[in-house]
């Protein structure tokens, strides 16, 4: 392939990468929503997080800290926004340039277990590891449940975009 081709190739790589990291990103989003509005009031689900931030909350939190910063209550919004939507396109981004190697490919089941996969590395392991997020002992299951339920989603919908792109583009 000449270097221009190979340079297109790459582009829609990404392109299709970024688009299927937003709309998964935005579909997990919805999930992990619908189920954590559908606990009961005063659930054990709700106690355990109760005064609790979310994990990107925390890592903004501490990133801040360590450069010395103080954000407002808007940059803070924004940057916690930005880490969701970073890490979620990221990841799209990573697929989609990586997927061939890793013998992803666009099978949507493949997707949903890349998606259950990267629950349990990022839940389950990494965020505990790095202090944004308790050990999953220390979590009811409905957590974990809700979390299983939207990386599988990720997963599923970030197949399903590269899969339709996969149709129109030589991707």
Same mark, same amino acid.
């Given at each position: 392939?000449?270097?221009?081709?190979?340079?297109?190739?790459?582009?829609?790589?990404?392109?299709?990468?970024?688009v299927?990291?937003?709309v998964?990103?935005?579909?997990?989003?919805k999930?992990?929503?619908?189920?954590?509005?559908?606990?009961?009031?005063?659930?054990k689900i709700?106690?355990?997080?109760?005064?609790?931030?979310?994990?990107?909350?925390?890592?903004v939190?501490?990133?801040?800290?360590?450069?010395?910063?103080?954000?407002?209550?808007?940059d803070?919004?924004?940057?916690?926004?930005? %880490?969701?939507?970073?890490? =979620?396109? +990221?990841?799209?981004?990573?697929? @989609?340039? $990586? !997927?061939?190697?890793? /013998?992803?490919g666009?099978s949507?089941?493949?997707?949903?277990?890349f998606?259950?996969?990267?629950?349990?590395?990022?839940?389950?392991?990494l965020?505990?590891? %790095?202090g944004?997020?308790k =050990?999953? +002992?220390?979590?009811?299951?409905? @957590?974990? $449940? !809700?979390?299983?339920a /939207?990386?599988?989603?990720?997963?599923?919908?970030?197949?399903?975009?590269?899969?339709?792109?996969?149709?129109?583009?030589?991707?």
């Amino acid at each position: 392939m000449s270097k221009i081709g190979d340079a297109r190739d790459k582009g829609l790589k990404l392109a299709t990468g970024l688009v299927a990291g937003a709309v998964a990103t935005w579909a997990m989003k919805k999930v992990t929503t619908m189920l954590a509005s559908s606990q009961k009031t005063g659930s054990k689900i709700e106690e355990a997080f109760a005064e609790k931030k979310p994990a990107e909350e925390v890592l903004v939190d501490k990133v801040s800290k360590k450069m010395g910063k103080r954000l407002s209550r808007k940059d803070r919004k924004r940057a916690v926004k930005g %880490v969701k939507w970073g890490l =979620g396109v +990221g990841n799209g981004v990573a697929i @989609a340039m $990586a !997927r061939r190697r890793l /013998g992803a490919g666009d099978s949507l089941l493949r997707g949903a277990l890349f998606g259950v996969a990267t629950f349990v590395l990022v839940e389950e392991i990494l965020k505990p590891a %790095v202090g944004v997020h308790k =050990g999953p +002992g220390a979590l009811p299951w409905q @957590a974990h $449940a !809700r979390q299983f339920a /939207g990386h599988a989603t990720y997963g599923l919908v970030n197949a399903g975009v590269r899969k339709a792109a996969g149709k129109v583009l030589p991707v």
